[in-house]
């Protein structure tokens, strides 16, 4: 499951509410540092550049029928863990 832009967004607001110091810092690899804007405007470059949902649940729809999505364990855990941070995050 993918996190909606939406969510991102309300994360995000939510950071820069708090100053991004301690919510931001899983996000970000150990001994690596940068601004909270530049964090922010990291991340959000990236979430606008994300597909929309209707079309990424087109792409996997397609490949659904076609044999071709076959998730590996860590790849549906790793959905698990992102979904549940951004429960915990909007919450």
Request: net charge negative; proline share 4%.
């Amino acid at each position: 499951m993918r996190i909606s832009d939406e969510q991102m967004k309300k994360v995000i607001s939510q950071l820069k509410e708090q100053g991004a110091h301690q919510d931001a810092s899983p996000l970000i690899e150990p001994g690596y540092r940068e601004s909270n804007g530049d964090v922010i405007s990291r991340l959000t470059k990236r979430i606008l550049n994300m597909p929309e949902r209707e079309e990424l649940v087109a792409q996997l729809k397609a490949r659904i029928e076609a044999g071709e999505y076959n998730p590996t364990g860590e790849e549906i855990a790793d959905a698990m863990l992102r979904r549940a941070i951004a429960d915990e995050c909007s919450g």
